[in-house]
C-alpha cells in the first residue's frame, strides 16, 4: 500500500492472513445481473483510506478485459464493479495483488438505506422554511402592522405546510406508534405542540390575530430534526465500518458428485450426506465429518480453544471453524439450518427475548414529563377560562405553554451528548450501535470477558524459544514461511527479520497435522510436532511444542502460547479500580484459563462453558440484580452477547458476534473497555445536567408563559436560549478528550492520526 | 407594501432554488460518499480522462 495507514488496517491484516478472499463461484453466486450481459457486484475493500488507493484501484481493475467499470465509495469502503460475460474477471486477485484485500460485502450494509435520506431531505425542507419564516417574523416583531402583518402570516402558514406534512411526518408517526402501544415517548408532546401551535396560529392568521407561532412550530422541528439526524448518522457510520469485515459463513462450497464431478453449490442447496471439498484457509460451511485427509483447525472463534486441533478421517467439525493446512473431504451432518452457526442464532433470539426490554432515558423523562405538561396545559386554560371566560385568550395561554415546554431542550438533551460521546468513542476505534447501548453501558456493575480472543489475541504467539545457534532459527524461519499454520506464521514473522537472504529448500512438503518437511543438501529439514521432527533421532522427550530438526537432531524447540492482548492487565486494573466486579467465562480448558485469570488477578472464573452456559450464568446474574457487560469475540460467544445489559466485540471476532454486540472495538487494545465504560459515564452525567438544565429552564419559563405574558418573540428567544445551553453543555465532552488520551499507548496513538470524521 | 409585491417572490425563489439545488445534489447521489469526493481532486488526469 503506497499511502498512511489507519489503525484498522493493523487489525485487518490479521484477518487477511485468515482470509483467501471469496472465489469466483462466491461473486457469482452473489451479483447482480444488470441485464444485457452486464454484472454488478459490490466488493468491501476495508484498506481503501486515500486517493492514491482510489486511483490505483479504479485504474487497475479498469485494465482488466471485459471491466466496464469500476467505482470505489471512499466512506463506505466499497468497490462496486461492473463487468459483461459470464465468467468473473480476476477481480480479487488483483485487487489482492495491488495490496487491498477483498470480500463480498454484506447485503444488510449494502442495502440503500433510505431512512437517512428522508432524514436529510426533511432537514433541508425544516431549514428552508425555518429561515424564511424567522425573516418574516422579525419583520412582525419589528412593528409590521395590518395588512403587512396579515401578509407575513399567511406566506409563514404556506411555508410551513411542506414542513408539516414532510418533517412532521417522521415525528406523528413515532408519536402514534408509541400511543397505539399504550407507551409515551418525547415525540408525543412534540407532535401536539407543534399540530396546536400551528392550528392556533392558523386560526389568529384567520381572525387577524396578533401573534403567530409559525415560526416556534417549524423552528422546533429544524433544531429536533438536526438531533434526530446525527443520531442516525453516527449508527450508519457504526454499522458500514462493521459490515465491511469479512464474513464468516461461506455462501457456498464444492460438491463432489457420486460420480467424482465437482460444482459449487450455494449454502441452501447443501444436505445431509452430500460430500464437500474443502481447501486449506477455507472455513467449513455446515457440521460434517472428515472422510479424507489431515489437516489443523483453527477453532478459536467456535469453541474458545486457543491451540489449533489436528483432525483425521473420522473426526467431527463444527460450521465455522477453519481449515489450515491441507485440503479436507467432509460430509456432511447437517443442513446449514441446523449447523453450529444455525443453532448459534436460534440461541441468541431466545436470549434476545429473555433479555426483557430497555426504556431509553428520554422515554422514561418522557413518561414522567409529558403527562406533567399536558396537565399544566390543561389546567392553565381551564384557570383562564374560569377567570375571563375568554376562551380565546385561554387556549392562547395554553398553547404558548405547550409551546415554551415543548421539550426543544429535552429532545436535544440526550442525542447531542450521545453523537458527541459517539464521536470520541470512533475517535479510539470503538464503534457505538446506538445511543441506548451508551446509556445501558453507563449502569453496568459487572463485566464478564471470554478468555480467547478477548483477553488474549487469539492466535498463537511464540513465548519460550530453545536453539544453540542462530542460524538453525533462520533456517527454520525460512523453512516456516512455506506454511499457512498459525505457528508457522508466528516462527516466520518473528525471526526471518534476522536472516537476510532465504535458504534454498527443495522438496518442501506440508504434512497437515505434522509439520513441513524439506530438503537441504540432501538433508532433510523438519519443523512441527516434536514428535514427528524428531522421529528416527534422538529419543523424543514426552514433550508437547514445536520442534526444528535436521536428520532428526533436535536444532530449537518453540513453546506457543496464547498472548494476551496489549494493556489487558491495565485494562483489567483499571475497569476493578473503577469498582466493577469481574469474571472470566470461557470455553477452553481449565489450566489454561486459570492462567490467565491469575495473569489478570481475576478471583472469578469458569472453564468449558458451552454456549448455552454463558448465557444461563449471565441469566443467573441478571438475576442477583446485576448489569452485566459481556466481552467476547466467538461465535460461542454470540448468544452471550446478546442476552448481556450491554455487550462488547472486537473487530477480529466472528461476524454473527460483531453484529450481536452493542458496541465493537477495532484496535488491539484492551483499553477500549475502561475508555468506553468511562465515557459512557461522562455522557450519563451530562445528560442528567441536561435534564436538569431543561427542568430548571422549565421552572422559570413555565410561569411566565401561565401568566399569559409570552409572546412569539419570547417563545424564540426562550426556546433557541435552552437548546444553546445543552449544547453547549454536552460540547464539554469534547473539551475533555486530552485528558483522557494519555491511556492510549504511544504507538495506538501514533496511528490515530488519520482522518476519521465520522459527521 | 409595494416592494414587498416583487422582493419576496425574489427571495422565497431564491430560497427555493437553494433547496432544489440541495436536494437535486442529494437525489444524484452526490452525498453519497463526501470522504471520496473530497480525496478524488487530488486525482491526476489528463484532459482525455485517462489517467
Redesign the interface.
Given at each position: 500500500m503506497s499511502c498512511c495507514a489507519p489503525a484498522i488496517d493493523m487489525m485487518l491484516d490479521m484477518e487477511r492472513a485468515k482470509s483467501a478472499g471469496p472465489s469466483d463461484d462466491e461473486i457469482l453466486l452473489s451479483r447482480r445481473q444488470l441485464g444485457n450481459g452486464l454484472s454488478q457486484i459490490d466488493l468491501a475493500v476495508p484498506s481503501v483510506h486515500c486517493a492514491a488507493c482510489i486511483q490505483a484501484i479504479e485504474t487497475g481493475l479498469s485494465r482488466l478485459a471485459n471491466i466496464e467499470s469500476a467505482r470505489v465509495n471512499l466512506s463506505t469502503k466499497r468497490v462496486s464493479v461492473n463487468w459483461r460475460g459470464s465468467a468473473v474477471p480476476d477481480i480479487v486477485p488483483t485487487l489482492a495483488r495491488l495490496g487491498y484485500p477483498a470480500h463480498l460485502a454484506d447485503e444488510l450494509g449494502a442495502e440503500k438505506d433510505g431512512t437517512l435520506s428522508e432524514l436529510i431531505t426533511a432537514v433541508a425542507v425544516a431549514g428552508f422554511a425555518t429561515g424564511n419564516i424567522m425573516l418574516l417574523s422579525v419583520s412582525v416583531w419589528a412593528g409590521a402592522d395590518g395588512p403587512t402583518r396579515d401578509l407575513f402570516h399567511w406566506l409563514s402558514a404556506l411555508i410551513a405546510v411542506p414542513v408539516m406534512a414532510f418533517a412532521g411526518r417522521i415525528y406523528f408517526r413515532s408519536a402514534w406508534n408509541a400511543l397505539r402501544h399504550g407507551r409515551m415517548n418525547m415525540d408525543v408532546p412534540i407532535s401536539l405542540g407543534v399540530t396546536l401551535a400551528y392550528s392556533m396560529s392558523l386560526y389568529e392568521t384567520i381572525t387577524h390575530g396578533h401573534h403567530a407561532y409559525f415560526d416556534a412550530s417549524v423552528s422546533l422541528l429544524f433544531f429536533l430534526l438536526i438531533g434526530r439526524t446525527l443520531d442516525h448518522l453516527m449508527r450508519d457510520r457504526a454499522r458500514a465500518a462493521v459490515s465491511g469485515l469479512v464474513r464468516l459463513s461461506p455462501r457456498g462450497a464444492i460438491v463432489i458428485a457420486p460420480d467424482g464431478r465437482r460444482n459449487y453449490a450455494a449454502l441452501t442447496e447443501i444436505e445431509p450426506g452430500m460430500r464437500l471439498f474443502i481447501a486449506a484457509g477455507e472455513r467449513i460451511p455446515v457440521n460434517a465429518i472428515v472422510v479424507e485427509g489431515r489437516s489443523d483447525l483453527d477453532c478459536s472463534l467456535v469453541t474458545g480453544e486457543s491451540g489449533s486441533q489436528g483432525i483425521e478421517p473420522g473426526s467431527a467439525v463444527l460450521a465455522g471453524v477453519q481449515n489450515l493446512t491441507g485440503p479436507l473431504t467432509i460430509e456432511v451432518t447437517a443442513a446449514a439450518k441446523d449447523s453450529f452457526l444455525a443453532e448459534m442464532v436460534r440461541l441468541m433470539e431466545a436470549a434476545e427475548q429473555g433479555k426483557g426490554a430497555y426504556r431509553r432515558i428520554a422515554d422514561r423523562v418522557s413518561a414522567l414529563y409529558s403527562p406533567v405538561v399536558h396537565v399544566t396545559a390543561l389546567l392553565s386554560f381551564l384557570g383562564w377560562m374560569a377567570a375571563t371566560g375568554d376562551w380565546h385568550l385561554s387556549i392562547t395561554v395554553a398553547t404558548a405553554v405547550l409551546i415554551i415546554t415543548c421539550p426543544c431542550a429535552l429532545g436535544l438533551a440526550v442525542p447531542i451528548v450521545q453523537v458527541v460521546a459517539a464521536r470520541r468513542l470512533f475517535e479510539n476505534g470503538i464503534m457505538v450501535k446506538d445511543g441506548s447501548a451508551m446509556e445501558r453501558l453507563a449502569e453496568i456493575d459487572t463485566v464478564v470477558f471470554d478468555k480467547t480472543g478477548t483477553l488474549t489475541m487469539g492466535r498463537q504467539g511464540l513465548r519460550d524459544v530453545k536453539f544453540s545457534d542462530e542460524h538453525d532459527l533462520a533456517m527454520a524461519a525460512s523453512l516456516a514461511a512455506f506454511s499457512r499454520h498459525p505457528a508457522s506464521v508466528a516462527i516466520d514473522t518473528a525471526f526471518s527479520v534476522r536472516s537476510r537472504q532465504r535458504v534454498p529448500y527443495e522438496n518442501v512438503v506440508e504434512h497437515p497435522g505434522l509439520g513441513i518437511e524439506a530438503t537441504l543438501d540432501g538433508r532433510c529439514c523438519r519443523l512441527g510436532r516434536m514428535s514427528w521432527a524428531l522421529e528416527g533421532g534422538d529419543i523424543p522427550d514426552l514433550q508437547a511444542g514445536t520442534a526444528f530438526s535436521i536428520d532428526g537432531a533436535l536444532r530449537a524447540s518453540f513453546d506457543f502460547n496464547d498472548s494476551l492482548r496489549d494493556d489487558a492487565k491495565a485494562a483489567v486494573r483499571e475497569l476493578a479500580g473503577t469498582g466493577l466486579s469481574l469474571e472470566i467465562l470461557s470455553g477452553d480448558k481449565a489450566p489454561a484459563v486459570a492462567q490467565v485469570a491469575g495473569l489478570l488477578s481475576i478471583g472469578m472464573f469458569n472453564a468449558s462453558v458451552l454456549p448455552s452456559g454463558k448465557v444461563d450464568r449471565l441469566a443467573q446474574l441478571r438475576t442477583t440484580g446485576k448489569r452485566v457487560l459481556m466481552v467476547g469475540d466467538g461465535l460461542n460467544d454470540a448468544p452471550a452477547l446478546s442476552s448481556a445489559h450491554v455487550s462488547m466485540a472486537p473487530a477480529t471476532g466472528a461476524d454473527i458476534g460483531r453484529n450481536a454486540a452493542d458496541f465493537v472495538f477495532l484496535r488491539d487494545s484492551l483499553m477500549a473497555v475502561p475508555l468506553s465504560v468511562q465515557i459512557a459515564r461522562n455522557a450519563d452525567r451530562l445528560i442528567r445536567q441536561n435534564f436538569a438544565l431543561a427542568v430548571i429552564y422549565n421552572l422559570i419559563a413555565v410561569p411566565i408563559a401561565i401568566l399569559g405574558f409570552v409572546t412569539p418573540l419570547i417563545a424564540a428567544i426562550a426556546m433557541s436560549g435552552s437548546s444553546l445551553i445543552v449544547i453547549g453543555n454536552a460540547l464539554r465532552l469534547r473539551a475533555k478528550k486530552r485528558g483522557l488520551s494519555i491511556f492510549w499507548p504511544a504507538s495506538v496513538k501514533s496511528s490515530s492520526g488519520t482522518r476519521e470524521s465520522v459527521l | 407594501?409595494a416592494t414587498?409585491v416583487y422582493l419576496?417572490p425574489i427571495?422565497?425563489f431564491l430560497?427555493?432554488l437553494?433547496?432544489g439545488a440541495?436536494?437535486w445534489a442529494?437525489r444524484t447521489g452526490q452525498?453519497?460518499?463526501?470522504?471520496?469526493a473530497a480525496?478524488?481532486?487530488?486525482?491526476d488526469t489528463n484532459p482525455g480522462g485517462e489517467?
Open positions: - | 407594501m414587498l419576496l427571495a422565497l430560497g427555493a437553494g433547496l440541495f436536494l442529494l452525498y453519497d460518499d463526501l470522504d471520496g480525496e478524488r481532486v487530488l486525482i489517467p
